[in-house]
């Protein structure tokens, strides 16, 4: 059995990484799982602790960091966010194709650590969602309903910083409609198991 494939998909808010990751999973549930990060954010309404994020307190969160237990973490937003070691592991070792939707501060961190570790060596396939155009980008924050204007003013500042790290990535898929975007997400992951020795 070849170990799994990890995944790495970033892009700013409104990009649509989470409506395509979950549909990259529901076409590939039977090879492809979400890795569920860690965050000491509080869960927004509907969001299941375990689902969608584990929520940790700052504490527990501090401890695993201490322990060494995360492959990455950062500071997003105020908060603190993490991928347990662990939990990627499992998945690769099963064989199971791991996919994390992780910020660009994440994704330069797993890079790194990729580099360090012949077990992840060639493993890692990274995609980045742009929305260029900011009017756009704007469109789809606002049309959320989720944020108040002060949160997506800071957002779109917060997204042209992370535009400028769209190179990094092995793949850039330049946002167009859902469709498109998965269409091409798809390709990308499919091109990529067919690689996988």
Known sequence: MSRGLLIVLSGPAGSGKTTLCDRLVQAHGGTLRRVVTCTTRPPREGERDGV????????????????????????????LYGLRAADVAAQ???????????????????RRRVAEDPSLAGAMVTVFISVSDPVELRRRLSGRGTDPADEIERRLRVSAGEMAHAGEYQHVIESGTREADFARLDAIYRAARARRP
């Open 52 to 79: 969608d994020y584990h929520f940790l307190s700052a504490e527990t969160f501090e401890r695993t960091l201490a322990a060494g237990g995360f492959l990455e973490h950062a500071r997003v937003h105020t908060r």
């Open 92 to 110: 690769l070792d099963a064989g199971m194709d791991a996919l994390v939707n992780i910020d660009v501060q994440g994704a330069a961190t797993l």
